[in-house]
Nanobody, 115 residues
């Protein structure tokens, strides 16, 4: 199993970024996928989740209305479109899926929101 995130970087407040996570080693279309983030000194928190097939999504309160999760089964990829970014969105963002109660994580991609 491999989850590889990309798309992070430095962006000014109010800007946008799109993160991608390419999955391999499992049947991508059979599992819900999630994005989490962890800021320095803080616990890892859930950002967004999309059900298998993309039929339903849910978001953390702090990102609702600004972030959008989507997936492309043909590309085994899940995306996180982040708009109206704030300095408090600065964190390492991780792709995740769960199977039989076990969490699989990518290596993370750094997002820094600063002027």
């Amino acid at each position: 199993v491999q989850l590889v995130e990309s798309g992070g970087g430095l962006v000014q407040p109010g800007g946008s970024l799109r993160l991608s996570c390419v999955a391999s080693g499992f049947t991508f279309s059979s599992y819900a996928m999630s994005w989490y983030r962890q800021a320095p000194g803080k616990k890892r928190e859930s950002v967004a989740r999309i059900t298998r097939g993309g039929g339903s999504t849910n978001y953390g309160c702090s990102v609702k209305g600004r972030f959008t999760i989507s997936s492309n089964n043909a590309k085994n990829t899940v995306y996180l479109q982040m708009n109206r970014l704030k300095p408090e969105d600065t964190a390492v963002y991780y792709c995740n899926y769960k199977r039989y109660g076990y969490d699989y994580w990518g290596q993370g991609t750094q997002v820094t929101v600063s002027s």
